[in-house]
């Protein structure tokens, strides 16, 4: 088997600050793997900077194509880059509004990268956008609706079900119960869970919340100054963490 | 008026318009930047237009000046007036007869021949505009044509008014790659644009942009397969001056009890079919 | 199918000064196919810590731990996954489950999790719910608000839903009333029946005599207090 993300020596710097540095790990096909740590470790700069938003000083970040195999997707050319991001990547943003197009209606939002990959058929776009809707469970009799008039809980599930329409292999996800009620949290949680494990997605979660990454995530890396301190089996960091700054971080939790 | 150089633009500047010309025409429905020019008119009166014409423009030039299809409307006779003036080169009203054309919001209905050239006033360049607000977006949108976002303008179109509601200005791919907002036109004319044998240019000189359809060059209107483009006009009008079936037509408001006629946009086709007419009744 | 040799384990505590926690050292044991073996030995004498070392979610530091064939002292986080989807099943005493997901779904997740079909899947958990006296009204509510003997009943389903050839068992019968401890430990025959090889914490000295036939006490893996 191939692995699906293999990253190498990733470094980013921010001038003399730094974002992160010497990054390796291996994403199989079918894992998610939670990043934790806390706010400026360095975790959203790795994410932005797996995910193409971002050039990383050095290092690769070697993706398994469905039609070229292993690429480096930091040397390829933007168009591939591009087409990537809207074909076998998704980017599930921390806040709904940075992933949606506010002044288009929730159909709009669903099919907009169906019809970026050159779906041309307006009746099944919208059945399409139909089902998908049904699938993060909100009412098809909102398809016309702007997200605008969506609750916060209700935009984060459009904009996963905008970024799953395409069928991708990897989710990039930054924080994405943050800023919920803990009721639509478990809510969204259990349909990410259900959504992952049915259509087989990978994912990489970045999060400060132990809890998400319990329920979600397979494997953990854990994140300080830019570096990563530990990683391994999510439940094996979490029980009997190695490194101080881990066994911090789960005893730190109320 | 030997004040002013041939066609009021200095050289320099007519070789600059005539290399952005050149590069539109060599990447079809490309927008290239030019420095455009202050111009002896407001903009919006068909400054990029003027000095595409302007650069175009050689002696033995027969220029043609429409405005909304008419000949005889302000814009169009200024125009025409002036490059009379600064140019002193022929002009007519005939489509037929003339060299270049420039047009405000439309395109003749004779059909164009070889050699002529259509130069179009273009308020807005960018079809992706109002979609996108970021110009170096836009353009990067442009390179890598990531055009999903204008196919999103029109399914909104269709799930609120249950059609792609765009009469004028509606946008076109040119030769399978860029795509390019077609100065306002009716969409009527669209299909006009499509491997015409005329060179096709478009001018917008508030926006400095330049950007061209060369002759017989494929030209689409954007649609969806099961909502597909159609050229629309008044439903079931003809011509109250010449009775054409096949011509765009305006709506013109003849009274205060709600009397109107509707007479064609191009008051050439319209007179030529008229003296047609008179000529078989003689 | 457990094969454990000469397993040591200790924590190290970097908050408290450093301190170094032996708290497993020579640990060896092997269950055979069909066989359920017991853990005991004093509290705190290390049982659980040993089931979560096989289980993966503690840290083995020496020796060596054999699960279905796999090595796992210091395995890849992908061969503990792919052992656990496929081989591995385990009974906590802890039920931890989103909140809204409904029993029925839970119990049936480590089927789906292996691609069985979700009507199989879904029968097989009712089926399962049902055996466990398990209240048919309440398959459809989340365990959340259960009594501790339902969701350790719930736990019990999801653990025995599938057929896995190594299991652990970690006081499967406790807050369980004689009716369905009867069915847990009829569970736990059949599973031998059919091959499985099974380790299993029992306070329960009953329920422990009726399924195990061997014991290990723990105790002889403790290190030495006060060593370190």
Redesign the interface.
């Known amino acids: 088997m191939t692995p699906l993300l293999k990253v190498e020596a990733l470094s980013k710097s921010y001038g003399a600050h730094l974002g992160c540095a010497d990054v390796n790990f291996t994403l199989w096909p079918g894992e998610v793997m939670g990043i934790v740590g806390e706010s400026g470790s360095g975790k959203s700069t790795l994410l932005n900077c797996l995910a193409g938003h971002m050039q990383p000083d050095t290092g690769r970040v070697i993706f398994d194509t469905r039609d070229h195999g292993p690429r480096d997707t930091v040397t390829m050319p933007t168009p591939e880059r591009r087409w990537l991001a809207r074909t076998d990547w998704a980017f599930v943003h921390q806040n709904p509004r940075d992933g949606l197009r506010m002044n288009v209606s929730a159909g709009g939002n669903v099919g907009e990268r169906l019809m970026a990959v050159g779906a041309r058929h307006y009746g099944d776009i919208r059945a399409q956008a139909e089902d998908w809707l049904g699938r993060v469970e909100i009412d098809a009799r909102r398809m016309d609706d702007r997200p605008r008039a969506f609750s916060g809980g209700m935009q984060q599930r459009l904009q996963i079900a905008r970024n799953l329409v395409t069928g991708p292999r990897l989710v990039f996800m930054d924080e994405p119960t943050g800023g919920l009620d803990v009721s639509v949290q478990a809510r969204l949680l259990d349909l990410l869970r259900g959504l992952v494990q049915r259509l087989g997605l990978s994912a990489v979660i970045v999060t400060h919340d132990l809890a998400v990454v319990r329920l979600l995530a397979d494997r953990l890396m854990v994140m300080k100054d830019g570096r990563v301190v530990e990683q391994g089996l999510t439940d094996q960091v979490l029980d009997d963490p190695q490194h101080a700054y881990t066994q911090l971080l789960v005893s730190s939790v109320l | 008026m030997t004040q002013y150089n041939f066609a009021y633009l200095d050289e320099a500047t007519k070789r600059m318009l005539r290399r952005a010309i050149l590069k539109a025409v060599a990447i079809p429905g490309y927008q290239v930047p030019f420095s455009s020019r202050e111009m002896p008119m407001p903009y919006g009166w068909g400054t990029g237009g003027v000095q595409v014409t302007a650069a175009c423009l050689v002696p033995e030039d027969t220029l043609k000046v429409i405005d909304q299809g008419a000949d005889d409307t302000t814009n169009a006779v200024s125009i025409r007036k002036f490059f009379a003036r600064v140019a002193q080169v022929a002009t007519t009203e005939a489509t037929s007869a003339a060299s270049v054309i420039q047009t405000r919001h439309r395109i003749p209905e004779t059909l164009l021949q070889e050699g002529q050239i259509l130069v179009f006033q273009v308020p807005i360049p960018e079809p992706l505009r109002f979609l996108e607000p970021r110009e170096t977006e836009t353009r990067t949108m442009h390179a890598l044509e990531d055009y999903g976002l204008m196919q999103v303008r029109l399914y909104e179109d269709i799930a609120r008014h249950g059609e792609i509601a765009r009469a004028y200005a509606y946008p076109v791919r040119v030769e399978g790659r860029y795509i390019m907002d077609p100065s306002p036109i009716p969409k009527f004319d669209n299909p006009k644009l499509d491997n015409s044998a005329a060179l096709q240019l478009f001018g917008a000189g508030r926006e400095c942009r330049i950007y061209a359809v060369p002759p017989y060059t494929r030209v689409e209107s954007l649609d969806f397969d099961d909502y597909p483009f159609t050229a629309t006009k008044a439903a079931g009008q003809c011509c109250a001056i010449c009775a054409a079936a096949d011509s765009y037509l305006d709506e013109v408001i003849t009274d205060d009890a709600g009397g109107r006629m509707f007479v064609c946009s191009d008051t050439d086709y319209c007179a030529t079919r008229v003296a047609a007419q008179a000529e078989d009744a003689a | 199918m457990i094969e454990i040799s000469e397993v040591g384990k200790r ?5 408290q000064g450093g301190a170094v926690l032996p708290v497993m050292e020579g640990a060896s044991l092997t269950v055979a196919p069909g066989e359920c073996m017991a853990l005991v030995g004093a509290s705190g004498a290390g049982k659980s810590t040993l089931m ?1 070392m096989i289980w ?4 083995c530091d020496e020796g060596s731990i054999r699960v279905a064939g796999v090595e796992l002292c210091k395995a890849e ?2 061969a ?2 792919a052992l656990r989807r496929q081989s591995l099943g385990y009974v906590s005493q802890f039920l ?1 489950v ?4 409904p029993t029925v779904q839970i119990v049936a ?1 480590p089927l ?2 292996q691609g069985v079909g979700e009507d199989m899947a879904l029968a097989r958990a009712h089926a399962m719910l049902a055996r466990l006296n398990i209240p048919q009204r309440l398959w459809g509510l989340s365990p959340t608000t259960f009594s501790g003997g339902e969701q350790q009943r719930v736990n019990i389903a999801r653990g025995f839903i599938h057929d896995w050839p190594v299991m652990l068992l970690d006081e499967p019968t406790a807050s369980l009333d004689a009716a369905n401890r009867a069915v847990v430990l009829e569970l736990i025959t059949q599973a031998k029946a059919r091959g499985a090889g099974i380790l299993g914490i029992f306070h329960d000295a009953e329920a422990r005599a009726a399924v195990c036939e061997r014991e290990v006490d723990v105790t002889r893996f403790t290190p030495a207090r006060g060593e370190a």
């Open positions: 924590f190290v505590l970097h908050n979560r993966g979610n503690y840290r986080p992908r503990v996954i931890r989103i909140p809204r997901v997740e789906l999790a």
